[in-house]
C-alpha cells in the first residue's frame, strides 16, 4: 500500500488507542484524510473526513490529525465494540486514484 | 437519504466479462465510486465517475478492462469489467462521495456484491 498502517493496535476498555498513518508528498502531503470503521463482515463506514471531520452520528472518541505526510487517528475511552479494521485513504496526484492503507486491526483486550 | 444497491456479481471463468450495477435512489450530486475487497484482504479503489458522467478514473490495475458508466433513464450505476482475472475476485461496493470526488471520502451504503473469477 502506498499509505502505510502498523497492522494490529490494542487497549484495554477505557484506554486510548492512536494509528498512524503515513504516506507521501501527492497524497496525505497535497490532499485530506478520511479513516474507514470496518467491523468483520460488514460493509466499511466512514469514520473521518477531512482530516477531522466526523459524520453525523460517530462519536467524539474518534477523532483524526494530519501533519506534513502523516496522519492519526485516536480512539479514546476504548469499549469492546471499536474492535475492527481501520483504514487509511486519501488521493494520490501523480496516481490520480484514491489510495488506502493497508488497514489496522484494533483488538480491546 | 441515498440508498444504493449493488448486484450482479456471480461466478465467472478467467478471461470473461461482467457487469456490475448499482442502483441508485437517490443520485450522489457529486459522483460514485467502487472499491473492492478480496477475501481476507484490505480496501483497494478501483473507479470513480463524478455526477456529470464525464470524469472518469481508474486504478492501473484496471485500467483498459473496466468502465465506469451511468444510465440516468433508469437511475443505475455501471462497472463494466472484462478480461477478468482470478485476482479480481473481491467483494465490490459502489460508494458515493461525501464531497469532492478527488479527496477519498466516501459513503458505503450496500453490502457489497461478490464476484469470483476461477475456472
Known amino acids: 500500500s502506498v499509505l502505510t498502517q502498523p497492522p494490529s493496535a490494542s487497549g484495554t476498555p477505557g484506554q486510548t488507542v492512536t494509528i498512524s498513518c503515513s504516506g507521501g508528498k501527492s497524497n496525505i502531503g497535497s490532499n485530506t484524510v478520511n479513516w474507514y470503521q470496518q467491523v468483520p463482515g460488514t460493509a466499511p463506514k466512514l469514520l473521518i473526513f477531512s482530516h477531522d471531520q466526523r459524520p453525523s452520528g460517530v462519536p467524539d472518541r474518534f477523532s483524526g490529525s494530519k501533519s506534513g505526510t502523516s496522519a492519526s487517528l485516536a480512539i479514546s475511552a476504548l469499549r469492546s465494540d471499536d474492535e475492527a479494521d481501520y483504514f487509511c485513504a486519501s488521493w494520490d496526484d501523480h496516481l490520480n486514484a484514491v489510495i488506502f492503507g493497508g488497514g489496522t486491526r484494533v483488538t480491546v483486550l | 437519504q441515498v440508498r444504493v444497491e449493488e448486484s450482479g456479481g456471480h461466478l465467472v471463468h478467467p478471461g470473461r466479462s461482467l457487469r456490475l450495477s448499482c442502483e441508485d435512489s437517490g443520485l450522489s450530486p457529486h459522483g460514485i465510486h467502487w472499491v473492492r475487497q478480496a477475501p481476507g484482504k484490505g480496501l483497494e479503489w478501483v473507479a470513480a465517475m463524478a455526477h456529470d458522467g464525464i470524469k472518469k478514473f481508474y486504478s492501473d490495475s484496471v485500467k483498459g478492462r473496466f468502465t465506469i458508466s451511468r444510465d440516468t433513464a433508469d437511475n443505475k450505476l455501471y462497472l463494466e469489467m472484462s478480461s477478468l482475472r482470478p485476482d479480481d475476485t473481491a467483494l465490490y461496493y459502489c460508494?458515493?462521495?461525501?464531497?469532492?470526488?478527488?479527496?477519498?471520502?466516501?459513503?458505503?451504503r450496500g453490502q457489497g456484491t461478490m464476484v469470483t473469477v476461477s475456472s
Open positions: 460508494a458515493t462521495v461525501r464531497l469532492l470526488l478527488e479527496d477519498g471520502a466516501f459513503d458505503f
